[in-house]
């Protein structure tokens, strides 16, 4: 059984490109595969021949995609040995192939992988996609949901698209990541309570509950906004040294206007400086 981050199967189908122009977005499809766990990568008729250094730069390390690339003269030699192909377009093609969107497509492909059934998915050149005769080599149509004013994707793109659905298929949770951040335990009614009766000490020696007759009101609001933020007790922590860190002032040393000749603890040390000058 697959764990919540693990395929359960990455076999997957074969990409197949059909005459691709630049090595670079040869590379890049190749780098979209690697990441989401497929291999087969086929190419009909490239346009600047095969293999291209350009293509292995942009692939990324994906070198294992890159070195297995197969290489076929026409479509149908490309897709003679697979049971079922998906072909990609944005346009709408006459004729009664199913059409599905990407999701759908790939919990079918990912079905028919189980089943021991070899597929792949049909790429169109870059500029302006597949033909009609190359769409009716396939056995459905998949399309992308984009803006229809707008809907030409990069070849590299659509591959990451599909890839990225296939794994998504085989996961055992559609939620599921590779990595989750720490577990923080709620503070406790008594932290809270702790780091107010602090601040609000901390406030009070630096004069801020103005007029005194408004502080009722003003601790009751910092309370209920210290309460909505749902503190952890990490983040507690961090707070209470910060107000730690500003709190330079105690009862018997009002707040000035915050500069440092304001804190009479440094006063002493100023004024001897000060008399050093002018001896």
Not at 4 to 27: D, K
Not at 243 to 254: E, G
Not at 266 to 271: E, I, K, Q, S
């Amino acid at each position: 059984m697959p764990t919540a981050n693990e395929p359960a199967n990455t076999a997957g189908p074969a990409i197949i490109l059909v005459e691709p122009q630049l090595g670079e977005n040869i590379g890049m499809v190749a780098r979209a595969m690697a990441n989401f766990g497929l291999s087969e990568l086929r190419l009909v008729n490239p346009r600047d021949g095969w293999p291209s250094e350009k293509a292995r730069a942009a692939a990324s390390r994906a070198d294992h995609v890159i070195d297995a690339t197969k290489v076929f003269d026409d479509l149908a030699s490309a897709v003679a040995d697979l049971n079922f192909v998906f072909a990609t377009t944005a346009r709408e093609r006459d004729g009664f192939k199913p059409v599905r969107g990407p999701v759908e497509a790939g919990r079918a492909l990912r079905a028919y992988d189980q089943a021991g059934l070899r597929t792949g998915i049909l790429f169109g050149r870059e500029r302006f996609g597949l033909y009609n005769d190359e769409v009716g080599l396939a056995d459905e149509i998949v399309t992308f949901p984009v803006d229809p004013s707008f809907s030409s994707l990069n070849i590299a793109q659509a591959v990451l698209l599909m890839s990225y659905e296939w794994m998504k298929s085989g996961l055992a949770e559609e939620t599921a990541t590779n990595f989750s951040g720490p577990e923080l335990v709620p503070a406790t009614k008594e932290q809270l309570h702790s780091l107010f009766a602090y601040l609000e000490g901390a406030l009070e020696a630096r004069g801020y509950f103005r007029p005194e007759e408004k502080k009722p009101k003003m601790v009751d609001n910092l309370r209920a906004v210290l309460t909505r933020a749902g503190f952890a007790e990490p983040e507690l922590k961090v707070l209470r040294g910060i107000i730690s860190s500003l709190d330079r002032f105690s009862p018997a040393m009002p707040r000035g206007d915050g500069s440092p000749g304001d804190d009479p603890r440094r006063l002493p040390a100023a004024r001897g400086r000060a008399a050093d000058k002018e001896s």
